[in-house]
């Protein structure tokens, strides 16, 4: 018995349309069957799950900004409802939730249609870090260099966190100065 010969894959002429069909064609979808090992593609089972983490299916599929943007929206309002702030509690939880429940339902929506649009079944362009390889990011790897750093010295030598505490919204003013002045960058290109 012979085992079925795989398809060879030839490279699309136009990258918004990877099946060379228009987008929701008939063509493209039977031209679909063929480009089922395309590398781009993402899970949406797998977007959904690792969103239970809010950003983090946003992160898989490539949408980085919107990602950290749903964590620290949560972070916030679990540091806010830390603080028993009266009468406003129920409300903020109330947006938690929501904001939480929110968060998967968009990364298994993202993850739907980043597929469609890879198949070409959907028009759109792809977000920017959609990509087979893991592309590095100095910003982040200083950020997790810095945080482990800190967890190790907490955990191994009794240093005290006590400060991250006080000082935690340096970094979101951090993070903001820095998209503002990538926007302002972008903008003068």
Not at 107 to 135: H, M
Request: hydrophobic content about 50%; overall charge positive; aromatic content about 10%.
């Amino acid at each position: 018995m012979t085992s079925p010969q795989p398809v060879p894959f030839t490279p699309p002429a136009d990258p918004q349309h990877p099946t060379g069909q228009e987008p929701g064609s008939f063509q493209a979808m039977v031209a679909r069957t063929v480009y089922q090992e395309d590398p781009r593609l993402r899970s949406t089972a797998l977007a959904t799950l690792l969103s239970l983490m809010p950003g983090l299916g946003q992160v898989y599929l490539g949408y980085t900004q919107q990602g950290f943007i749903n964590v620290l929206v949560v972070g916030s309002l679990f540091a806010i409802l830390a603080r028993n702030i009266g009468a406003l509690e129920p409300l903020l939880a109330l947006f938690l939730a929501f904001f939480w429940l929110y968060n998967i339902v968009d990364a298994n929506r993202r993850a739907v249609l980043l597929n469609q649009r890879i198949l070409g079944l959907a028009p759109g362009a792809l977000p920017e870090d959609v990509r087979p390889a893991l592309r590095g990011s100095v910003l982040g790897g200083l950020a997790l260099i810095v945080g482990g750093v800190l967890a190790l010295a907490n955990i191994r030598f009794g240093l005290s966190l006590a400060w991250v505490e006080r000082w935690w919204p340096a970094a979101l003013i951090g993070f903001g100065v820095y998209l503002v002045w990538k926007a302002v960058k972008a903008s003068r290109e």
